[in-house]
């Protein structure tokens, strides 16, 4: 059947995916946040008043440019993945609640990329990302006869 003759390419889409939303993230969201320097960092941060940290802007503002630009090219690369799906989960979180607090554009699409996160999260990058690759160096070196003296 063509759908088990697909499913081979799973971990081809998973790639696709990655780069997908990764560089869209890098391009789109991150890249001008973190270029913003210090006074947008600032701004960006206080969406984080919304859970009641009434401190500390100027950093979460930061890691906010830093998750989605940084954050949104190690995605692609598939490096430290599941660290950073729980990241951008929170993030995609955080600004969902700013629009729905703010009334100022709509939440739709920070909480279709929070739901996007969260189940590529228990998903995995997939066996064409930098985080196999060193798994898969650390079997093969693990597999190894050690050394004589």
């Not at 739901?115 to 798994?135: H, M, Q, R, T």
Request: aromatic fraction near 16%; glycine fraction near 14%; include cysteine.
């Amino acid at each position: 059947m063509f759908w088990n003759a697909v499913a081979k390419y799973n971990d081809a889409g998973l790639l696709v995916i990655r780069l997908g939303v990764g560089l869209g993230f890098f391009h789109y969201h991150g890249w001008q946040k973190l270029i913003g320097g210090p006074e947008a960092w600032a701004d960006r941060g206080q969406a984080i008043s919304l859970l009641g940290i009434r401190f500390g802007y100027t950093f979460f503002g930061f890691m906010n440019a830093f998750v989605e630009s940084i954050g949104g090219l190690l995605f692609a690369a598939g490096l430290f993945f599941r660290p950073l799906c729980v990241l951008m989960c929170f993030n995609m979180l955080v600004a969902a609640l700013s629009h729905y607090v703010s009334g100022r554009g709509t939440p739709g699409h920070a909480v279709k990329n929070a739901f996007l996160f969260a189940g590529i999260f228990f998903v995995g990058p997939g066996k064409y990302s930098v985080d196999e690759w060193i798994a898969r160096r650390r079997r093969v070196r693990a597999a190894a006869p050690p050394l004589a003296a």
